[in-house]
């Protein structure tokens, strides 16, 4: 009998969830058009968590663009707008006008209805490798136009498109001291690699190739110092990253992956940290 009194307890538990908690989180975070407010809490990790008080990245400010904004996912933690602000005042010097921001996180954080598993707790952001324009875009420009791809159709890499102010871009974002990871495609790893000299070579470790970023390159920061719900990732190998681990990216195993066996299940309210509960339904 106490047995199936403490079944029926846990089975009335999991139902008090409700429905949100047990359909995509997707859903939930995506439907909430504005942020919690109240000081920036970031819960879980990159791709499996959320995040309270975002801060929403100027649709244009100085050096910089918000591109996409129908998606309303330039919000982040006020790390990350810290950081595009700094980058952009870095690159300007170097004659990059202004930075194209992609996708950084929802006002709620929590997974995307569509476009990322990661983005989660507003510490990754996408920056777009197109050269930009002389002047400022409209709303409606932005939503028409795309980043085209540096790398050859081999996949071997890079095309014409790529120069050094692209070496530039990449280089200054690497050296923020928050910045923990970016993400390019192999080929440009490898144009990185190729082109950086000896002894200044210490950023390419926080560079790693990863599939598709063909087009833009993801910025992924530390978790701010003191927040001691945001779980971090672990550093990068040792090294530059332009050896073996590189070489393999070229391989048909990684140029050609199998599918999974079956689809990767969506995320639901239950996958996600406590607090990402009252973070997505409130």
Known sequence: MRVAIVALTVLSGILGLGAAYAEPAKLTFSAKPAPLNGPAQIHGSYAKGCLAGAVELAETGTGWQAMRLS?????????????????????????????????????RGGPMNGGHR????????????????AKALSRAEREKISSPSMVRSDRLGVNKRWSKAHHALLRAAARDPAVARIFVNAAIKRALCAAEPPGERAWLSKVRAWWGHDAHFHVRLHCPEGDKNCVSQAPPLPGDGCGDELAWWFTDEAMNPKPPAKPRRDLTLADLPKACRAIATR
């Not at 810290?82 to 980058?87: A, P, Y």
């Not at 989660?120 to 930009?132: E, F, K, N, S, V």
């Open 71 to 107: 998606r309303n996912r330039n919000w982040g933690h006020p790390a990350v707008i810290s950081f595009v602000e700094r980058l952009s005042r870095v690159v300007s010097r170097e004659g990059w006008p202004r930075l194209y921001v992609g996708d950084i996180s929802q006002p």
């Open 118 to 133: 990661s983005h989660q707790i507003g510490l990754d952001a996408d920056i777009w490798l197109r050269i930009p324009a």
